[in-house]
């Protein structure tokens, strides 16, 4: 089975991510951990992306999509694979049609984990950390969004975008992202 999931920060993504893989028995690339390794390996690439993750930014999609193509080519990707953290632009989510159109292994689905803006503020407020100002968090939903509104959209043209509902305890929101996954 071949996943993209997409979340805001705050959402609880990275776990249940870690989950669905582990359900599922795939891999999980998430492009960020990918890149941060090749950072700290100093591959050419790595340092390459390292001067756009510094400084904030999204690195180059030439290089992603590179990095990615490589990973797909390696053998525990041909049962299936959860992307995370990508595809971050449209050109990346077609060149990702094309990879796998091409290996004639197109994405089952595209999972959104769904939690409104003032239910993360709230959360994040809960857990206390400093560097999770008001101010902060909703300037980091906005990137979000103007991210991945273009992405959603493209997904829901092709039928692919299922919306889960990711509010209440990571025990139910993993049973909602069970029975989506189960169903298709
Ligand atoms: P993440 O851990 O997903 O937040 O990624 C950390 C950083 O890696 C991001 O801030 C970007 O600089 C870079 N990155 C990760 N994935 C992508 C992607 N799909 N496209 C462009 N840049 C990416």
Do not use: W
């Not at 951990?33 to 690439?45: C, E, P, S, V, Y």
């Amino acid at each position: 089975m071949r996943i993209v999931f997409i979340g805001p920060p705050g959402a609880g993504k990275g776990t249940q991510a870690e989950r669905l893989t582990e359900h599922l028995k795939i891999p999980h690339l998430s492009t960020g951990d990918m890149l941060r390794q090749a950072k700290d390996h100093g591959t050419d690439i790595g340092k390459l992306a390292g001067q756009y993750m510094d400084a904030g930014k999204l690195v180059p999609d030439g290089v992603i999509i590179q990095v990615v193509g490589e990973r797909l080519r390696q053998p525990d990707c041909q049962q299936g694979c959860l992307f995370d953290g990508f595809p971050r632009t449209i050109s990346q989510a077609e060149s990702l049609d094309e990879f796998l159109r091409s290996d004639g292994t197109p994405l089952d689905a595209v999972l959104e984990l769904y939690v409104p803006e003032n239910v993360l503020v709230e959360r994040l407020i809960a857990r206390g950390r400093g560097d999770d100002n008001l101010e902060a968090i909703r300037q980091r939903f906005k990137d979000y969004e103007a991210i991945t509104t273009p992405l959603l959209d493209y997904y829901k043209e092709r039928a692919l975008l299922y919306r889960i509902d990711g509010t209440g305890t990571m025990d139910e929101v993993f049973e909602r992202i069970k029975t989506t996954v189960n169903s298709l």
